[in-house]
Structures are given as structure tokens and as C-alpha cells.
């Protein structure tokens, strides 16, 4: 592959925090790379050097060796709230595009937006939900068929649906792509290199996440090893320095003028720093038989359904996970949990939630901490040595906490949840905006942790590794209850779609409630299909593979890009019935099924 990029020598600081210095590294045309680093150590700065948005301090060269056109996804998009989804995308096409290419931009945008769910472009920009105005980056950075994608975290916000989607278009593409992300099976699908960024460095694997790890890893014991050689030799000069004044001549001058590198070489063992999570691992709150019981709890906003008549009861040392679409009510009904609801806010909510008596939650919101003006790292958390554990060094305690990067703020507001002990824990996508070395030793705390865990995530990695069961929000406040883990539920639609699912689902309205380990699980009783209902069945199973069939072949005309105009528009339309229509059909096949 001929070479792309070029950087040479670039750097930058702010203040006195050097993030790299005079680093450089080539990029291949068609190279698929993903930038790792700690939190903090200036991942967003290389990004914005890159797409022109930033500059190296003191020179340094960002080189593309052909006329290339670049598209960045900024981790926050910037748009004007006034304009419509279709306005918005529009005023980021290039100035100078002719006629015709703004055309065919126009095609490209409309199939996208119909494939990312986004299908009234009429609607205003402020009224999207975070999400949504993730989708529309997106979609801009996708339609303008760039040669180079740089993305900064391109997952964040997304629901799984939308980043399974995007996934699958950047597995096909041939551009070449210059990304950060944490989302470990995101970066093992689509890149074919890593590139670490680490102690203002650059290393380069090529391969996936797990050959970095171990790769990662010889390096760091070959450092180390030569570090013990160099050590030896500071013995034997340090030896030499103290000998009698005759045993050092003039001859020898550039022994003394090298003893302090060789000094400072000995002394700079790579130890990688880890979170300590040992002090606030283990809740000692005790946890009784009720946690929270919900009977018949509905919830109602602006007219529309967020909760549809749910009703279970949640177990001590449950680990549940929910997931669906944006704006499907995930983080309205952790409010409702948790009693964070408050009828100020609107809404109408029905049924009963009964929380037991020593029940003690600890609710990591999406949103984040709530900072004091000009407020400290010390400040926030008074407590030097968990700090320190928490990869918060003495030089950072008096830092104010709105200087600190975005992840950096994560892991402190994650401590000091954890500080207080709880015994039912709730993250709301507690994995925003943190680097994967924090992802994973958080992991392996929750793992350890004893108490009642409830996480929405949109990271299938962290999914698969930490719950047992899911709540799935399907919409319109229907949430179903699968005995599973992400990647497991997955496989069930799969084999739903074929025919073949085995595994069992809740009721489409109110999941089913898990019996207590003490408790024998008990077997419902089932009645019979009605002849209706048999007939019913029946046909379903011609017209979910219908629908399935046809909507294979939308999506494969819809990104031909050999549509006219009229087709084009009458295929979208017709996408976004059979989508609604097959949804409906396997639901209520799902219904039937469980009778």
C-alpha cells in the first residue's frame, strides 16, 4: 500500500503538561487504525491536528501525500439548533461541490437517514435527543464519501442498533480510517492496526486488540529488562566515581559527563498504572430480601409511553442490562427506580415501587457530575490515598476538576459513587468517554462486587462480561426480559429470523420476575392456542419470511446507489413500512408462541 500520511516531529502541550513531543508515524492508504491512550495523554489533540482543526506547537508536518478529501467526527458535533436534520447536513457539504456531485450527496444522505432511523429530515435539530444528533454526524461523515474518516469516538451516545450499522458500513469500506475508540469489539471488527500513544510515544501493532495486548506486553518486559542491564552498569560507574581521585584521568571525562543519564535511565522502571479499586470493591451495606418491587407500573410524557404496565421484582445480586434504541425511556425508568423522578418535571405515573428498607443505591447518571465553579480534584474527593489509586497523582489533587479531560472526570465521579458503598448499583453508559484500561479494571471491580449490579450500556463487550439477563426496550414502553447476555440475545434474533429460536422470551408488555436463588422456580401454566390463534400462527411464519426477504432486498437497492430520484424516495418509504410491519409480525409471533 502506498503511504497516505506523513507526520513528522509534531508536538503539544498545555502549560507545563508536555501530552507529545516531536512524535511522527506514517498512515497507509486503506489502513484501519485505532489510537489508544490513558485518559488525558492527548488523543483528541493528535485527532484535531490531523483534520486541520489544531496545530503542532513549534512547527512539525501533517503531510497528505495526494489531494484527498478528510471528514472528522468530533466527539461533540457542532450544529445549529434551528435547522432541520436535512439543513443541517446539507450546510456541511463542501463549498464548491458542482451540481451534480450535490445531487448525488443528496441521494447518499436520504438512504443513510433511512438507514440510521432518521427518517423525517424535516424534523428541527433540538428537538433530537442525544443520540439522534450522533446519527446525523454520522450521517453527514458517511454521505460525504471523504477518502479519510478520522473519528473521535464515533460509539459514544449511540444505541446498538446504530452502532451495529455503522460497524457494518466501515467493515465494507475501503477508506482509510483514524479513529479513538473503547469500544473493544467495534475497534476488533474494523481496524487492522493499533496504534498506542503512551508516555508521549507512538507504538505501532498491527492486528487486533488482542495481539496489541500481548505485544504491548513484550515490549514493556523488554524495557524493563533492559532497564535491570542499565542498572548493573550505573553499579559499576557509580563504583567508578567513588574510586581514588587516580583512577579518574582526564581520558575518562565522558564517563562523568554520561553518569547522570545513565542515573536517570536506571532509575525508570515501566510500571503500568492500574486502578485500585480494593478499599471501595465491596458493599458492607447489608442487602435484604426486597430490593425494589414494581407492580404494574406505567409511565406517561407529552403524550407519549415510556413504561407499559411493568411489573417484576428484582432479586438480591441480580446483574441486569438494559438495552434499545435512543429515546426509548432506558434513563427515565432508572429515574423511576431510583425515586430520581419528580413530578415537577411532568408526567404521569401509575403503579407501585417498593423499595426495601436497606436499600442503598448508588446511581451513576449519563449526564456526570455536577461541579462546583473552579472546584478541585481534592475538593471533590478528600482523600489522597484513594485518589492516588484512582490514577490521581499529588500534581493533579489542587487541579481544578473543569480542566481535567472528559474521562478523567468519568473516573472521578465514578469514585466518589463508589465511596459511598452502595448495595444496588445503577450506571447509567457508565463507559462514555473512559479509556480501556479504566474500562477494564472497572470491569473486573464490578465482577468482584457484592451487591445487586443494573447497567445500560452500549458497549457489547462490557455487556457480555458483567450481566446475566436483559431488559430489552423495544418502544412505546414494552420491555421484554431475556435470560442471557448481549451476545447471546443476538444470536436468539438471528435464530428467530431463521425459524429456529429456542430461547424463551418474557411477555412483549412486562418482563417476568426472576425467583430468589432460595426459591424453587415455578413452571406457569400455559393454555391452548384458540383455532384463530393456530391459524394466525401459521401464517405469520410466510409473512415474517416475506417481509425479511423483502426488506434484504431494500437495504441491497437501497445501497446500490443506481436508484433515480422517485425510486429512490419510494423505496426509502417503503424500507421504513416493512421495518415497522416485520416488528410487529415478530412480536406478535413471540406472543403466540409463548402460549
Not at 429530515?121 to 450521517?139: P, T, W
Not at 567513588?242 to 562523568?256: D, L, M
Request: proline share 3%; charged share 30%.
Amino acid at each position: 500500500m502506498p503511504s497516505f500520511l506523513q507526520i513528522e516531529n509534531i508536538s503539544k502541550s498545555y502549560g507545563p503538561k508536555v501530552l507529545f513531543d516531536r512524535i511522527g508515524f506514517n498512515i497507509n492508504e486503506g489502513d484501519k487504525v485505532a489510537l489508544i491512550a490513558p485518559n488525558g495523554s492527548g488523543k483528541t489533540s493528535l485527532l484535531r491536528i490531523l483534520a486541520g482543526k489544531d496545530s503542532s506547537d513549534g512547527g512539525g508536518k501533517v503531510l497528505f501525500l495526494k489531494d484527498i478529501r478528510i471528514a472528522f467526527l468530533e466527539q461533540e458535533y457542532a450544529y445549529e439548533p434551528s435547522r432541520t436534520i436535512r439543513e443541517q447536513i446539507l450546510s456541511d457539504v463542501p463549498e464548491g461541490m458542482d451540481p451534480e456531485g450535490r445531487w448525488e450527496f443528496e441521494l447518499r444522505m436520504d438512504r443513510l437517514l433511512t438507514q440510521f432511523s432518521l427518517p423525517d429530515s424535516e424534523k428541527l435539530m433540538s428537538q433530537l435527543s442525544g443520540g439522534e444528533v450522533k446519527r446525523v454526524a454520522i450521517v453527514s461523515m458517511l454521505a460525504s464519501e471523504a477518502d479519510f474518516y478520522i473519528m473521535d469516538e464515533p460509539t459514544n451516545h449511540l444505541d446498538l442498533d446504530a452502532i451495529e450499522m455503522l460497524e457494518s458500513r466501515l467493515k465494507q469500506s475501503r477508506r482509510t480510517l483514524f479513529m479513538v475508540t473503547h469500544d473493544r469489539y467495534f475497534l476488533d471488527r474494523i481496524c487492522n492496526t493499533v496504534m498506542e500513544l503512551d508516555r508521549g510515544n507512538i507504538y505501532i501493532y498491527k492486528g487486533d486488540y488482542l495481539n496489541f495486548l500481548e505485544k504491548r506486553q513484550d515490549r514493556i518486559d523488554q524495557y524493563n529488562a533492559e532497564t535491570e542491564k542499565v542498572r548493573n552498569i550505573f553499579r559499576r560507574e557509580l563504583e567508578w566515581i567513588h574510586a581514588t581521585p587516580c583512577a579518574r584521568t582526564g581520558k575518562a571525562k565522558y564517563r562523568k559527563n554520561a553518569f547522570k543519564e545513565i542515573k536517570d535511565r536506571a532509575a525508570d522502571t515501566y510500571v503500568q498504572k492500574k486502578v485500585d479499586m480494593a478499599d471501595v470493591a465491596v458493599s458492607d451495606t447489608y442487602l435484604g430480601n426486597k430490593v425494589i418491587n414494581c407492580r404494574d407500573v406505567s409511565f406517561f410524557w407529552e403524550g407519549k409511553c415510556y413504561l407499559d404496565h411493568f411489573t417484576y421484582n428484582f432479586q438480591r445480586y441480580e446483574r441486569i442490562g438494559i438495552v434499545g434504541g435512543n429515546a426509548s425511556g432506558k434513563t427515565t425508568f432508572l429515574n423511576l427506580l431510583t425515586g430520581s423522578w419528580e413530578e415537577s418535571w411532568g408526567g404521569e405515573l401509575s403503579g407501585v415501587i417498593d423499595r426495601g428498607e436497606s436499600l442503598k443505591i448508588g446511581y451513576y447518571h449519563q449526564s456526570g457530575i455536577e461541579l462546583k465553579p473552579r472546584q478541585t480534584v481534592l475538593e471533590t474527593v478528600n482523600d489522597t490515598h484513594l485518589l492516588g489509586r484512582f490514577l490521581f497523582p499529588h500534581e493533579m489533587l489542587n487541579s481544578p476538576v473543569e480542566r481535567l479531560s472528559g474521562g478523567e472526570k468519568r473516573r472521578l465521579y465514578l469514585l466518589t459513587i463508589l465511596l459511598r458503598k452502595p448495595n444496588l448499583l445503577i450506571l447509567d453508559e457508565p463507559t462514555n468517554d473512559l479509556d480501556i484500561v479504566t474500562l477494564e479494571i472497572l470491569e473486573e471491580y464490578l465482577q468482584e462486587y457484592r451487591g445487586s449490579l443494573i447497567i445500560v450500556s452500549h458497549d457489547r463487550h462490557f455487556l457480555d462480561r458483567l450481566v446475566d439477563h436483559l431488559f430489552v426496550f423495544t418502544g412505546s414502553g414494552k420491555v421484554k426480559d431475556f435470560a442471557g447476555n448481549y451476545t447471546q440475545y443476538r444470536s436468539f434474533l438471528a435464530d428467530e429470523a431463521s425459524g429456529a429460536a429456542q430461547q424463551d422470551m418474557g411477555p412483549s408488555s412486562s418482563p417476568r420476575s426472576t425467583p430468589a436463588a432460595s426459591e424453587k422456580p415455578r413452571t406457569p401454566s400455559k393454555r391452548k392456542l384458540s383455532w384463530k390463534e393456530q391459524q394466525e400462527f401459521a401464517a405469520l411464519e410466510g409473512e415474517i419470511e416475506a417481509l425479511t426477504a423483502e426488506k434484504a432486498s431494500l437495504e441491497e437497492a437501497l445501497s446500490s446507489g443506481t436508484l433515480a430520484p422517485d425510486a429512490l424516495s419510494a423505496a426509502s418509504s417503503r424500507y421504513g413500512e416493512v421495518s415497522s410491519l416485520l416488528d410487529d409480525k415478530e412480536t406478535r409471533w413471540l406472543e403466540l408462541s409463548e402460549i
